[in-house]
């Protein structure tokens, strides 16, 4: 041997010595984590004994200090934890199984990693110690699966988004490094497993994005903390430029722990299912969180107060939201929004439109039951937050709708959680639109109700973009982070050949039963009804159906899952049953089994498509008939289909 062959033979020794490896395992065994502190830290996981992800390694750097590299684990500690959590807003189950073990490897340099592992997914998060401030300047994530795959890639072109995206089936290998995606992102590899990473308990903290690399991997990148920001000429009000950042994505506080990265790894019917966001995040920080009301809600702009047989002439005035309110009640709807138009400009929010008397409808809805949600615009309640939130609490409103933040670095992410406190302190509900991900936050404040982040409903004004199959595409990936705003029950229902973009008279892609199943397969504790009232009056069979449904749930059981090609969901409030299915382009048949019913028997009401509904996307179909946990139902689905019912037991 050479002196060349001998020094890095000896060096091998040496790392192989001085690497320590540990392994943990899921409650029921079927995912193992493997962790190898050395010179790196790298970690696999294995699904059933096969590799799901290989070596992927993990580092942070901290004034200047790369935590993760040449590893010295002082101490390890290990955990199991099996307990029930009870939810305030119950987004898709009144109860949460809470069931994982847990390794925590304590380093030297002020640091440690923790590790967690479920039976539907693993998680890790870094942790701090340092007595003074610190500088994140930045952290690595090389996530390495172990084999190709699909990835549906929600695609940005930058940091400053509205996080609205298509869901881009690309094979992993063909993703550049040029090319990155907002969270969350699910790829499905070859062996068909499904693997979606996100994030959770994100504070003080940028979000992360995912680049490809040409291969089977994604690294991580973050935006950097603004440094001067300027405002545009156009759409000052809402718009911004971040024209320089510092050179590091965070300073905080030196002893924290950072946010979880969450890899949720089954199959799609588990990934409908899954809790791991919520599970991951922080615990309750309202005192006294028993005003926070789930509902449902009648919105004005995506039909653009298209009211009519009317005796007024309708828009952004108060007889056409007495209307609004008058519709919300009869239906028992909880809530009616105003959305851009209500306040003297997008600036002056403390002010309203000369149209509108506030007072007057806050009086008017109370006597019918129906409370008032307000839009804004972030950059202004961001001046004056505290006055404005005390403003509308003392007007009686309840809840605001905060729109174009369009950012996602640490800055921003401060900026939801000092919304969601103050708002909370002054009883308001919270729904971000213009918004990032879902992150966790609304574990600790279950004020903040709903987020858009998505591509919903409101671009069928602009766009051909909500087709079916980007709608059984959303269940999978972006409803899995948390509540999402889409906006459903739009009542002009066309197929793709008959659509025209308007963006006053909307129509809605797929057929009427789609957009009916979506109140059971979406889920939103502050669901809305997209719609004019007066459309919703002239589909009354249509309209009792939908607003029976609720907007939160004690159980939810996944009956057939294809990312991208179908989806059926069975979920329970109270004693009642509901079921929602719906299809992408192709008509389909599925077999619905009821063996999750209690004994006894039930009266199901369903909405069906109509045997012309692959012609014509409004004929549909309402039928009653008996079931019981014996039944079974083979429903169909046509081009762009759905199928939803209720369930009472007799």
Known sequence: MNKLTLALLALLINFSLYAQNYQTTSPDKNITLKIEAGNLIHWS???????????????????????????????????????????????????IKNNYNEITLNCKGNYAVTFRVFNDGVAYRFSTSFKNDITVNAEKLLLNFAENG???FPEEESYMSHFERSYIPYNLKEITNKQFCSLPVLT?????????????????????????????????????????????????DRSEVI???????????????????????????????????????????????????????????????NIYGVDFESGINTETYKYYIDFASEYGLEYIILDEGWTKTTTEVLATNPDIDIKELVSYGKSKNVDIILWLLWKPLDKNLEEILKTYHEWGIKGIKVDFMQRADQDMVNYYERVAKTAAKYELLVD????????????AYPNVISYEGVKGNENNKWSQDITPEHNVTLPFIRMQAGPMDFTPGAMTNVHLI??????????????????????????????????????????KE?????????????????????????????????DKWYIGAMTD????????????????????????????????????????????????????????????????KK
């Open 45 to 95: 996981v294995e699904h059933n004994g096969k590799a799901v992800i290989d070596k992927s390694e993990i580092s942070m750097t901290v004034n200047d200090e790369v935590l993760g590299e040449h590893v010295k684990v002082r101490k390890k500690t290990e955990n199991s934890i099996d307990e029930t959590l009870t939810p305030i807003v119950a987004l898709k189950t009144s109860s």
């Open 188 to 236: 499905k590899l070859d062996d068909g497993v499904s693997v979606l990473f996100t994030e959770a308990d994100l504070y003080d903290y940028p979000n992360l994005f995912f680049y490809g690399t040409g291969g089977t991997s994604f690294k991580a990148n973050f935006p950097k903390k603004p440094k001067k920001i300027s405002v545009p000429t156009r759409g000052a």
């Open 585 to 648: 382009d192709t008509a389909r048949e599925m077999e619905i089994s009821f063996d999750f019913l209690g004994a006894g028997n039930y009266k199901a009401e369903i909405i069906q498509d109509g045997v012309n509904a692959d012609k014509y996307a409004q004929d549909y179909k309402k039928t009653s008939q008996q079931i019981n946990k014996d039944s079974k139902l083979t429903i169909k689905l046509t081009t762009g289909g759905g199928w939803a019912a209720i369930l009472t």
């Open 432 to 443: 971000f639109h213009g918004a990032y991900k879902p992150a966790g936050l609304r574990r």
């Open 542 to 574: 249509t309209t009792e159906f939908i607003t029976q449904i609720p907007s939160v749930w004690d159980e939810t059981i996944a009956l057939q899952a294809q990312a991208g090609d179908y989806v059926a969901i069975a979920r329970r409030k109270g």
């Open 498 to 539: 008959n659509h025209k973009i308007s963006h006053y008279r909307p129509e809605a892609l797929g057929t009427r039963a789609h957009q009916v199943a979506m109140y059971v397969v979406f889920e939103s504790p502050l669901q809305m009804l997209c719609d004019a009232p007066s459309a919703y009056y002239k589909e």
């Open 243 to 305: 024209d320089e950042t510092y050179d590091y994505i965070a300073a905080t506080s030196g002893t924290r722990t950072f946010p979880w990265r969450v890899l949720c790894i089954r199959d799609d019917k588990t990934l409908l299912e899954n809790n791991l966001v919520f599970q991951l995040s922080s615990e309750l920080k309202i005192e006294d969180p028993s005003w926070i009301k789930p509902g449902k809600v009648a919105w004005d702009w995506y039909n653009a107060n």
């Open 150 to 152: 699909t990835s549906f």
